[in-house]
């Protein structure tokens, strides 16, 4: 059939608002859209609920979670508690992780949106002018237009690696067997997470990266990870660039150059998790009038396009690829554009990194490095260590620190935490710093509840002030103090 017969045989509607992607960020748009009483279309080619739900968050944490409980069994001898091996049955994780997806599912569902008044088009949508989207079967004119087709997993251009079999986030929640021995390339936050899960239930996990692990990361924090990833049998070869794939027996193997020299590494499958990408092809932005790049759409502060009737957000907008990230995003968009009254910037709350390994690593703000670049020695950082605190020792879970990145006037600037909870308790720093709140907020009279693990950042903030407290003025001051009748 040509373009004009399908073009003649659409059903054309008007809306106030067309969102092309249902995963969070477009979810988060729509609903606020729509309870608003306005008129909304929404496209989606593949599973309501995009990346995060499907093939990202939900089932990566679902999977992580058996792998603890795994690792639980075998760290009961801390505790006076003693278990046989532990058993995996490969076939129970893959339904638990199942499961939980599709717990999750009903509340990013097609009839949940449709309840809400959203007209859902399961088909791939596009750009046909400045103003209108079509697809198969219908042309929508719409007054704002929201792009939140969010990204998926970067292949390389490594030699052979096209002629390989090889996995992604998209496909590795999928395989009926536990792989023996798993090849990852990348040591990003995905790599790690998995690689440590897939270790911990049992299959030998070796992690190829062409830099440093987490190289972004906080060094002290990340070499922490490392060792406990080490002492779990994973192994991580940094500065190693792999020259080529090829196919092999019962599996594959990559040809790489590290340190040592030229080697190959052989594995039974093979998880690809080098970056991610946005999605912007197919969407023929040009007709829209919206500039793109590599990083994703152009965006200004307030998540608005080239194109003024046209938002971006998510992983697709160019900016942070969290799915918190893209709910936030969503939000933005509602206030900004259908509000009016709201000039909420993309960049005006710190948004927490978090990587889910254990023992987790969490930062927020800037980084210690970064904010020296910008504040030189104005900058103080100052920490407070896990075996320090009681919930941590009760729980034989010692390890990591939380440290405060404090400038000028006390002002916090960011903050890293690496230890077990860290992505639970970085919301703490998050919220003080979303707020402008001077390290002093995390000292009295604040006083979180005993024993818990954000007592640690208290006594972080503590040490901020341990210098002047107790120092020989002070002591004087005191003494002098005491002997007023």
């Given at each position: ?90 076939s129970a994780v893959a339904a638990h992780v199942r499961g939980v997806i599709e717990e999750i599912a009903p509340i990013d569902s097609q009839e ?142 990559l040809i790489v150059a590290g340190a040592g020299g030229e080697e190959t590494i052989a594995g039974s499958h093979l998880l690809v998790a080098a ?40 992983d697709v907008a160019g900016r942070e690829q969290f799915t918190h990230a893209a709910g936030f995003h969503g939000g933005l968009f509602v206030r ?150």
């Open positions: 059939m040509s373009d004009s017969s399908t073009a003649r045989q659409r059903r054309r509607l008007n809306a106030d608002i067309a969102i092309i992607g249902a995963g969070s960020g477009g979810l988060v748009a729509a609903s606020g859209a729509a309870q608003l009483g306005l008129k909304v279309v929404l496209f989606e080619k593949g599973e309501m609920g995009g990346d995060c739900l499907n093939y990202g968050c939900v089932p990566s944490k679902a999977l992580i979670a058996a792998a603890r409980a795994a690792e639980a069994g075998r760290d009961g001898h801390k505790f006076g508690v003693r278990f046989a091996p532990p058993e995996i049955e490969w949940r949106f449709e309840s809400l008044g959203v007209t859902v088009i399961r088909e791939t949508a596009r750009f046909l002018d400045r103003r209108t989207i079509v697809s198969n079967s219908v042309e929508v004119r719409a007054r704002k237009i929201v792009i939140a087709t969010g990204a998926r997993a970067f292949i390389p251009p490594i030699p052979g690696l096209s002629d390989v079999e090889h996995l992604t986030n998209e496909t590795v929640f999928g395989l009926p067997e536990r792989p023996r021995r798993l090849l990852i390339l990348g040591a990003g936050a995905i790599g790690l997470e998995l690689g440590q899960a897939f270790a911990r239930l049992g299959a030998e996990v070796v992690i190829v990266e062409a830099g440093q692990m987490l190289a972004s990361a906080d060094a002290e924090a990340r070499a922490i990870v490392r060792a406990r990833l080490e002492s779990e049998g994973v192994k991580l070869l940094e500065g190693t660039k792999v020259l080529r794939a090829a196919r092999a027996e019962g599996g594959v193997e970056g991610r990408r946005p999605v912007v092809e197919g969407l023929d932005l040009e007709r829209a009038g919206v500039a793109y790049d590599a990083k994703g759409v152009r965006t200004d502060a307030h998540l608005r396009t080239t194109n003024r009737r046209i938002w971006a957000v998510g900004n554009a259908l509000f009016r009254v709201s000039q909420g910037r993309a960049d005006s709350t710190p948004l927490p990194r978090v990587v889910y390994t254990a023992p987790e690593l969490a930062e927020v703000g800037l980084s210690e490095a970064d904010a020296r670049k910008q504040f030189g020695k104005r900058v103080r950082a100052v920490s407070a260590q896990y075996d320090d605190n009681d919930r941590a020792r009760t729980e034989r879970a010692a390890e990591g620190f939380a440290k405060l990145i404090v400038g000028p006037g006390g002002k916090l600037l960011g903050a890293a935490i690496v230890g077990e909870g860290a992505g639970e308790t970085i919301a703490l720093i998050q919220l003080a710093i979303a707020n402008k709140l001077k390290i002093s907020a995390l000292t009295s009279p604040f006083a979180p509840a005993y024993p818990t693990r954000a007592e640690i950042a208290k006594r972080a903030a503590g040490q901020y002030y341990a210098a002047a407290l107790f120092s020989k003025t002070t002591r004087l001051f005191v003494a002098a103090a005491s002997r007023v009748p």
